[in-house]
């Protein structure tokens, strides 16, 4: 069948008729083409990255923490953190994209609060990050399957898993730090943090404790003790203080052993930190248990007398039964706790003591909580946390015999009432004080401040009172709150140092200011030759954050903060529990 073609082409070279122009007459017609631009669509240089994409840093995260100081510290890091490498974090969890969620496992509401948490959050189909001590402790449980999870020692890799878990990866880092087969306390104390409160600086001074409490869930997730150097802890203090910061919280699972796996003690620590609070400033001491403080009472007593420091402690009793307290394994029996409390109350005269009761432990009989029910009467104590007991999986309570359900809630309804038919305040109504006003209470109607006893006291809701330590006279007394009315001639004394930072602004960004007389990129060298720990690039924003302090760390805009420190990184009321 013939081709549409007359004449067959034998070889390429056939196509080339004689008339064409040959290759040299192509290559000069050329200088007389004149290109013209394709005109181009510009980019708006406020146009927003796609609500779709998955870079990581570019989404927005909500974030819920349960439970003790030692918990919202961590919280308050992991969201520095997070800032620092470009997230938004929000105080709406509609408007997040990822949810971190830091738990609490000391009692079986706060978990329960948790697993809902991750329900509601898979049913409104947002991503979960988990921290805290729940999945710590307990990481096989059958809610937790799929999920991300950050460890408690592992919170300076925060942004490596939410990285990951943004594109859709399951991680979990549940590793212990060590240094030379020693367990050290934790993350680095130097990390950017997020202070909910810019006024108030919470340093863990240890994590784990030494006891091994029958009933307690804390100890599977935190581990034995652990202690932070004294020298990272003082100059920890001492950026707060250059921050802006007026109160310092010192917390831990038990802050009266610190020190005893490093061969110092918490008398030791105090005093170098009291060296380092500037004058109105006040420190605010964790929880102990009685028997690490017995041997430090003399100097305990002249530490909370300092002017710097809170006349507060929180001792926990637990139980005023050594049968109990025997079964609980607390080693120490009632007469260690009357004994500290005593001692400290005859030297520091007016000092608030804070306790912990548990009603309804297993075998409890009811002369044991008669025997309780009697401390109560005794020492009257102005702040006090009754707890029904909860048996938490796992622990050798749970394996006890259990005292029936109404008898708990019997015993804990009877503490509660006692509790509540004195006031421990009445006899301050008229005394002048000093106190230093901290934050806005719950119905926002007044400022809290805590005088010399860390006792709660509320004032007019004034701008230049915040922050301020100001002279009251006490005119008010509640069953948790004295009311003082700002003495007229007295003017308020501004113990901070520095200006504080605005509430969500990234602690841990200014301290490295004097590098703005340097080269960013030659500073960055020096960051990361300081980190204690290898850690890989998506945890190492924030160290190149903080060398870059004059281009970058100071940026309004954290995303763009991230996106140009990639470019050097590729080749974190007193009317609740203290702890």
Known sequence: MPSACDSLIDDIEDMVSSSDPTPLERQSARKSIMPRSRKKKELLSHEELQTDSLIPGTQTIWMKTW???????????????????GYKMTDNPSDADLWVLNSCTVKNPAEDHFRNSIKKAQEQQKKVVLAGCVPQAQ????????????????????VEVVDEAVKGHSVRLLGQKKDGGRRLGGARLDLPKIRKNPLIEIISINTGCLNACTYCKTKHARGDLASYPIEELVERARQSFQEGVCEIWLTSEDTGAYGRDIGTDLPTLLWRLVEEIPDGAMLRLGMTNPPYILEHLEEMAKILNHPHVYAFLHVPVQSASDSVLMDMKREYCVDDFKKVVDFLKERVPGVTIATDLICGFPGETEKDFQETVDLVKLYRFPSLFINQFYPRPGTPAAKMEQVPAHMKKQRTKELSQLFHSYNPYDHKVGERQHVLVTEESFDAQYFVSHNKFYEQVLVPKKAEFKGKMIEVDIYEAGKHFLKGRPVEESKPFTPSIAKPLQKGEVSGLLKLTALTTAPCCASVPTA??????????????????????????????PGEARNKTNTHTHTHTHTGRVT
């Open 528 to 557: 990361a030759a300081a980190m204690s720990q290898p850690m890989k690039h998506a945890h190492t924003h924030y160290h190149t954050l903080k060398a870059c302090a004059a281009g970058l760390a100071m940026s309004t805009k």
């Open 67 to 85: 439970g003790c100081s030692h918990n919202n510290s961590d919280g308050e890091y992991m969201a520095g953190q997070l800032a620092a490498s």
């Open 139 to 158: 990481p096989r449980m059958d809610y937790l399957k799929g999920l991300s999870i950050i460890g408690v020692q592992q919170i300076d890799r925060v």
